[in-house]
């Protein structure tokens, strides 16, 4: 795949990107606004920190100069904090190619305005054609090979299949969809189930406890995903149950460890101090909270996730809190207006 393929932030996700990229035979520029960090990928090949262990091939070169890695770039691969993607979006816009390509990895809503990164991304860079990448992608397993799938998400169907002939791999396999709306949800409000899951197992809790909380979840984030347009069955997909499968059972997952360490007592700011990698289930928790109160839509365990992190709620008492509300038929439910 002749294009030119710049990735927007060099942490594990990048990293492993840039490996399964290189590993095609396409040469990729990798971005971080660290010099430290470009300094030592470059003498390392490795990110010694985020993804120790795997070696990054040789077609990949680095650099902290945004306008040398945003000009000529065909396709940008945008992999940063969700909290930073404004920002970085709008330094992007100044060097951007009308046509260029910008694949959107930063799983998030962003916080004081609940918008999804795509929407974040169309705001700074004007007439912006992005693809969203989302899926169960441990970046500790992609960087190994290890077999994974993923889907490509953009209105553009164009757009969303060229991406898809970009990323495919033996070791990676990517699907394509048209549901921006729920692809992003999905990939996003997984992270708050994901800390709750964490919280179950800090407690002590056990397979039963957590089995609830993901099959509640996923009742949840369809709930709010169909009130905002989204198709219900993508949460039956990759970027919905997939994710949060892999997100609430893995200890490679940041926000189920920071979850763990908070049901063991820590505070929120404690937990992502300890786990020292971006827990992007925090600030979504807050995010997803206020989208549920503007769009009425009942979201219990994310309610609860919100006053353990935001209001100093006891992890416990909100756990008996979720399991004694009023009583309810599941069929019934189910069939109601939100799914």
Not at 282 to 290: E, F, L, P, S, W
Request: net charge negative.
């Amino acid at each position: 795949m002749d294009k030119k393929i710049s990735i927007i932030g060099a942490g594990s996700w990048g990293t492993a990107l840039a490996v399964l990229l290189a590993n095609k035979g396409i040469s990729v520029n990798m971005w971080s606004v660290f010099e430290d960090e470009i300094k030592m990928l470059n003498e390392k090949r490795e990110h010694v920190h985020k993804l120790p262990g795997t070696i990054i091939p040789e077609n990949v070169t680095f650099t902290s100069d945004l306008e040398k890695a945003v000009g000529d770039a065909e396709v940008l691969v945008m992999v940063v904090p969700a909290q930073t993607v404004r920002q970085t979006s709008k330094d992007i816009s100044k060097y951007i190619r009308n046509d260029t390509i910008i694949v959107s990895c930063s799983k998030g809503l962003e916080e004081g305005t609940g918008l999804r990164m795509s929407e974040v991304i169309g705001q700074e860079i004007k007439n912006a054609k992005t693809v969203i990448l989302s899926g169960p992608s441990h970046a500790e397993e992609v960087g190994k090979g290890i077999p994974t799938t993923v889907v490509a998400a953009s209105e553009d169907i164009e757009a969303a299949e060229l991406i898809q002939d970009i990323f495919m791999a033996p070791e990676f396999r990517v699907y394509t969809n048209t549901d921006v709306v729920g692809v992003e949800l999905g990939g996003a409000l997984k992270n708050v189930i994901a800390l709750c899951a964490g919280i179950s197992d800090g407690l002590g809790f056990g397979d039963n406890t957590k089995a609830a909380l993901m099959t509640r979840g996923i009742t949840e984030i369809s709930r709010i995903g169909v009130s905002l347009g989204a198709n219900p069955q993508t949460f039956a997909g990759l970027t919905g149950i997939g994710d949060l499968i892999v997100t609430c059972t893995s200890m490679h997952s940041r926000n189920r460890r920071a979850g763990i360490l908070i049901g063991q007592g820590k505070t929120a700011k404690e937990a992502m101090e300890e786990v020292k990698m971006v827990v992007e289930g925090v600030t979504t928790t807050k995010a997803a909270y206020d989208l549920a109160q503007k769009q009425k839509v009942p979201m219990p365990i994310t309610v609860e996730a919100y006053e353990v992190l935001f209001n100093g709620k006891d992890p416990r008492q909100a756990v008996y809190d979720l399991m004694m509300r009023n009583k309810k038929n599941e069929v019934e439910e189910l069939d109601a207006k939100w799914l």
